[in-house]
């Protein structure tokens, strides 16, 4: 019965393990990226990541457009996005010129084959008249016959002002405005309840379910930490520190690629899953002072929660900020925070069921340990493969 119960718990674990990484590649959308900048000098530029496997026949046709993009034969698509793409200034539309395209990363055949793949071309367009430095109130639309990925991750910047405006749009929908210093923002709108809500709902949905790392980290470290004061405690501490580092990362006082945050994220889940297995046989005793010395420290979770809040800002700047930053940065947090107590909330009940029927699910810990290790290890594995393959 024992072998039978331990072989269960080895392909729940991988199937999970697999499963995991899977989900969490829900946050390397296929979406469209795109940047707006107000050069120094006025003009405006705007340059394009798409993938254009949907204007394509098959994906044969579109390496080999890839292939000669030096060549002609992409104009009449080039000049067809440009169209739909709607930039104005004060309501006066802004013409666009094509400037130029090139492949985003070195891409094989087999790459535009391969349905986890999505090679992507890089446009730019930019404007032939300037804009008056310190004068000027542009939006973009992204129009009905712009029929690309969705939703479309648009920056705008000003080079002169050092601002930017981060937001994610479907088609038809108005960007938010970007302006010069004599220029009043048409969409800005005092902060009410109706403003504040999305944020809200974003920072949660950004942990529940969307948080699969995020997750994982808390099942590890409900696991480990007994009693539900010290557990109060150790989030509180974690909720202080990504609130630091997400803080910092907005205001952009820290700025560190993608890759070594989810990588440092992955590794702080390993982590624990190693000191769950450490602590397995202590759990399954009951001896639950011994098994919080098992746990990560004050220090310890503090430093984690430092890299989560990084993981987060992510996903925040993402969104649409305006010059209500810190509210913004509040509401966002607050959607955070109310995820993690819901999802902690359950994971204790759950806890304290499963270890007062210990007798008959020892092999908890083991199962959660092992995922905990296994699932990051797996996930590590897609991102260094995306990046060797990009």
Same mark, same amino acid.
Not at 32 to 37: D, I
Not at 215 to 228: A, Q, Y
């Given at each position: 019965? $024992?072998?039978?119960?331990?072989?269960?718990?080895?392909?729940?674990?991988?199937?999970?393990?697999?499963?995991?990484?899977?989900?969490?590649?829900?946050?390397? $959308?296929?979406?469209?990226?795109?940047?707006?900048?107000?050069?120094?000098?006025?003009?405006?530029?705007?340059?394009?990541?798409?993938?254009?496997?949907?204007?394509?026949?098959?994906?044969?046709?579109?390496?080999?457009?890839?292939?000669?993009?030096?060549?002609?034969?992409?104009?009449?698509?080039?000049?067809? &996005?440009?169209?739909?793409?709607?930039?104005?200034?004060?309501?006066?539309?802004?013409?666009?010129?094509?400037?130029?395209?090139?492949?985003?990363?070195?891409?094989?055949?087999?790459?535009?084959?391969?349905?986890?793949?999505?090679?992507?071309?890089?446009?730019?367009?930019?404007?032939?008249?300037?804009?008056?430095?310190?004068?000027?109130?542009?939006?973009?639309?992204?129009?009905?016959?712009?029929?690309?990925?969705?939703?479309?991750?648009?920056?705008?910047?000003?080079?002169?002002?050092?601002?930017?405006?981060?937001?994610?749009?479907?088609?038809?929908?108005?960007?938010?405005?970007?302006?010069?210093?004599?220029?009043?923002?048409?969409?800005?709108?005092?902060?009410?309840?109706?403003?504040?809500?999305?944020?809200?709902?974003?920072?949660?949905?950004?942990?529940?379910?969307?948080?699969?790392?995020?997750?994982?980290?808390?099942?590890?470290?409900?696991?480990?930490?007994?009693?539900?004061?010290?557990?109060?405690?150790?989030?509180?501490?974690?909720?202080?520190?990504?609130?630091?580092?997400?803080?910092?990362?907005?205001?952009?006082?820290?700025?560190?690629?993608? $890759?070594?945050?989810?990588?440092?994220?992955?590794?702080?889940?390993?982590?624990?899953?190693?000191?769950?297995?450490?602590?397995?046989?202590?759990?399954?005793?009951?001896?639950?002072?011994?098994?919080?010395?098992?746990?990560?420290?004050?220090?310890?979770?503090?430093?984690?929660?430092?890299?989560?809040?990084?993981?987060?800002?992510?996903?925040?700047?993402?969104?649409?900020?305006?010059?209500?930053?810190?509210?913004?940065?509040?509401?966002?947090?607050?959607?955070?925070?109310?995820?993690?107590?819901?999802? &902690?909330?359950?994971?204790?009940?759950?806890?304290?069921?499963?270890?007062?029927?210990?007798?008959?699910?020892?092999?908890?810990?083991?199962?959660?340990?092992? $995922?905990?290790?296994?699932?990051?290890?797996?996930?590590?594995?897609?991102?260094?493969?995306?990046?060797?393959?990009?």
């Amino acid at each position: 019965m $024992l072998l039978c119960l331990q072989r269960r718990s080895i392909t729940l674990v991988l199937a999970l393990a697999f499963l995991a990484p899977v989900l969490a590649h829900s946050h390397l $959308l296929n979406m469209t990226e795109a940047t707006l900048r107000v050069e120094r000098n006025g003009l405006v530029d705007i340059s394009l990541d798409i993938d254009l496997s949907r204007s394509m026949a098959t994906a044969e046709d579109y390496f080999a457009l890839a292939s000669s993009l030096e060549q002609s034969q992409g104009s009449p698509l080039w000049q067809r &996005i440009g169209e739909a793409m709607k930039v104005e200034n004060g309501g006066q539309r802004v013409p666009l010129t094509f400037m130029g395209a090139e492949r985003v990363k070195k891409y094989t055949l087999e790459d535009f084959l391969d349905p986890l793949v999505w090679p992507k071309v890089r446009l730019r367009y930019a404007s032939q008249q300037r804009l008056a430095p310190q004068d000027f109130a542009l939006d973009v639309t992204f129009t009905s016959t712009f029929f690309f990925e969705e939703p479309i991750a648009l920056a705008m910047k000003s080079e002169r002002h050092q601002r930017r405006i981060n937001r994610w749009l479907v088609t038809d929908q108005k960007s938010p405005v970007l302006s010069g210093e004599n220029k009043v923002m048409a969409t800005e709108e005092p902060v009410t309840m109706a403003s504040v809500f999305p944020m809200i709902r974003n920072g949660f949905e950004h942990v529940l379910p969307g948080g699969v790392d995020h997750l994982l980290f808390l099942v590890g470290l409900s696991w480990l930490i007994v009693g539900i004061k010290r557990l109060i405690a150790v989030v509180s501490i974690f909720t202080i520190a990504h609130c630091v580092s997400l803080l910092a990362a907005s205001f952009r006082l820290v700025e560190i690629d993608s $890759l070594p945050i989810e990588l440092g994220i992955l590794g702080t889940i390993a982590w624990l899953g190693l000191r769950l297995l450490k602590a397995r046989r202590l759990s399954t005793t009951g001896e639950a002072q011994d098994l919080t010395r098992n746990a990560p420290g004050y220090g310890t979770i503090f430093s984690f929660g430092l890299v989560h809040g990084l993981g987060f800002s992510n996903a925040f700047l993402a969104l649409d900020i305006t010059e209500n930053i810190v509210i913004q940065l509040i509401a966002f947090n607050a959607g955070v925070e109310f995820a993690q107590i819901v999802f &902690i909330t359950l994971l204790a009940t759950l806890f304290s069921w499963l270890r007062g029927h210990s007798n008959r699910l020892s092999s908890v810990p083991m199962v959660i340990g092992w $995922l905990l290790i296994l699932a990051p290890l797996i996930w590590a594995g897609m991102l260094l493969t995306y990046v060797v393959k990009a």
